[in-house]
């Protein structure tokens, strides 16, 4: 159900990867990486909510990959990065929510970035993207 459309996620400002009005207009990383502080956060979900959507050309297309990464033994990525989900976004207003689980089969993911693979014309979106829990 990565392609799930939902009305309102719980929002924690410590969880936050793009903070809301981030724009991105070429592929790469979008806003920062997150530490998700070793075992402490086993499953979650990120959500995508972009606000402005440009279609002009009709041939824009966005994708953003979530992918995540152990840790080096001092805090930071090792630089292994495993797409774990992906979403793609069509609609501006229309929020997107990628469930994950950071535990792999023998390896304990810590770190969590988005990368956006933007095509077309000129793309550019405008968001905003966090880690939350679902709400049951």
């Known amino acids: 159900m990565s392609n799930m459309s939902v009305n309102a ?10 903070v809301p009005g981030t724009v991105v207009a070429a592929t790469g990383q979008v806003g920062a990486d997150l530490d998700l502080k070793g075992d402490g956060f086993g499953k979650g979900t990120v959500v995508v909510c972009p606000s402005v959507l440009k279609t002009d050309a009709t041939d ?9 990464d152990e840790d080096d033994g001092n805090g930071a990525p ?16 229309i929020t997107r929510v ?9 390896v304990k993911f810590r770190h969590l970035r988005l990368m956006g693979t933007l095509g077309g014309t000129s793309p550019s979106v405008t968001l905003a993207a966090y880690v939350s829990e679902s709400i049951k």
């Open 9 to 18: 996620m719980p929002f924690d400002k410590e969880l936050e990867i793009a």
């Open 60 to 68: 824009e297309t966005y994708v953003i990959d979530v992918e995540m």
């Open 78 to 93: 090792a630089g292994n990065w495993v797409k774990v989900a992906s979403v793609t976004l069509t609609e501006e207003g």
């Open 98 to 106: 990628v469930p994950f689980n950071n535990q792999g089969s023998s």
